[in-house]
Structure formats: C-alpha cells, structure tokens
T-cell receptor
Framework: ETGVTQSPTHLIKTRGQQVTLRCSSQ?????VSWYQQALGQGPQFIFQ???????GRGNFPPRFSGLQFPNYSSELNVNALELDDSALYLCASSPAGGGAGYGYTFGSGTRLTVV | SQKIEQNSEALNIQEGKTATLTCNYT??????LQWYRQDPGRGPVFLLL?????KEKRKERLKVTFDTTLKQSLFHITASQPADSATYLC???????????FGAGTILRVKS
C-alpha cells in the first residue's frame, strides 16, 4: 500500500509567479485535502476535493485553486504569489468525505519559498 | 470560530516517564478529536482518534482522554523514549465538517 506522494519536495518562486503542486492520494482514498503550514504553526485548511468536486474551502483567496482527477490525484495552483505564501504545503487523503471520523494520511509536503 | 490551544512551551521529560500533552478548545465540541505526530520537515502522522461520546482511547503506549465538559483532551505517552521526541498536533474534526482544525502543536523532547 503506497502512501501520499507530493511533488516537488522543494520549490523557489518569485513574487507574482504562479505555481502548481501535485499530490497522489493513498490507494483506496477518494478524498484529498490541502493544508498550508507556516513555520511553528499548525496546518491551515485550504480546501478539500471529494469525487472531483470541491467539498469545502478555508479562508484562502481565490488565487488558491485546485483540481482532482478521476484517479483521485490532485493539484494545488497558486497564482500571483506573495511572500506570505512561503510555507509547507501538505496534501492529505482519506477514504471518505470529511466528518466521517477517519484519520488522514499526509504526504511529506512541498516546501515553497517565495522571494 | 473554533480556537485550539496546546502547550505553547516545549515539554522536556526524562526517558521512561509519562508525557502528558494538553489540548483545549473553545466553542463547539467536535465530532472527533485527532492526534498527530510531526517530525521536522515531514507531514503529520495520524496516531489516535477519539469520538465525542468516548472518554478514553488507548493504543499501545498511547492514551487519549476527551472531556467535552472541560473542552479538553489529554494525550499521554507512557514509558517515553527518545524516539518519541517530535511535535504533537491536536486536531478537531467537526460535525458535518470537511476539514481538520489544528492546534499549533507541542514539542516533546525525551532525554535519555
């Protein structure tokens, strides 16, 4: 059984650029969530995808967008990057939509640095 | 909005002792409360989940309690080992929710 795989592991971008982060969910999991974790803080919910539809969104601006594909893998896109977007971006998968009481399986994250 | 407080200072204990970490929350009680372990530069790893109607849950050396009256969960690691050193995150999984609300985490250091 494979876990959650994220790519790339590290990325450096310039302010104003766009970035795409990728995530492959754990086998058998149809729900993918994205979180942003600043240094010394807990992860903050960005959004969740369930069966290719957005299933809830946190307090993030529209320049944060996502996709889920038929194989349940997912992308996070961030446009017009700002310095404050520098963080660890985590993808998590679970076997059902949220609120079902399952533990989430997290990937190791993508460390994004915006300069 | 829901707020979660975990011990802001690192917890330093001696090997073999029991570590106790605290998670306090405001407002509504969650349907489930989850605990994760996070090592530097890695993603959180799921440890235990406790339901609103459960008082206590155990898994090997780990024990979680949940008091909805106090709005508090305690996480215990018995017979702690240096390998238990990590950041431990508390997360609330709300009714009809689709997200986890995390605390900032508590750093645990176990010294041999």
């Amino acid at each position: 059984e494979t876990g959650v795989t994220q790519s790339p592991t590290h990325l450096i971008k310039t302010r104003g650029q766009q970035v795409t982060l990728r995530c492959s969910s754990q086998s058998g999991h149809n729900t993918v969530s994205w979180y942003q974790q600043a240094l010394g803080q807990g992860p903050q919910f960005i959004f969740q995808y369930y069966r290719e539809e957005e299933n809830g969104r946190g307090n993030f601006p529209p320049r944060f967008s996502g996709l889920q594909f038929p194989n349940y893998s997912s992308e996070l896109n961030v446009n017009a990057l700002e310095l404050d977007d520098s963080a660890l971006y985590l993808c998590a998968s679970s076997p059902a939509g949220g609120g079902a009481g399952y533990g989430y399986t997290f990937g190791s994250g993508t460390r994004l640095t915006v300069v | 909005s829901q707020k979660i407080e975990q011990n802001s200072e690192a917890l330093n204990i001696q090997e073999g002792k029991t570590a106790t970490l605290t998670c306090n929350y405001t407002n509504y009680s969650p349907a489930y409360l989850q605990w994760y372990r996070q090592d530097p530069g890695r993603g959180p790893v799921f440890l235990l989940l406790i339901r609103e109607n459960e008082k206590e849950k155990r898994k090997e050396r780990l024990k979680v309690t949940f008091d909805t009256t106090l709005k508090q969960s305690l996480f215990h690691i018995t017979a702690s080992q240096p390998a238990d050193s990590a950041t431990y995150l508390c997360a609330l999984d709300m009714y009809n929710g689709n997200k986890l609300v995390f605390g900032a985490g508590t750093i645990l250091r176990v010294k041999s």
